[in-house]
């Protein structure tokens, strides 16, 4: 459960990068 958060909190600025771009 833990995992998936730190997954989603370290994959979510990625993608603002991405769509910013």
Not at 1 to 21: R, Y
Request: net charge negative; with cysteine; proline share 5%.
């Amino acid at each position: 459960m833990a995992a998936s958060v730190i997954f989603i909190l370290a994959i979510t600025p990625l993608e603002n990068c991405l769509l910013a771009s």
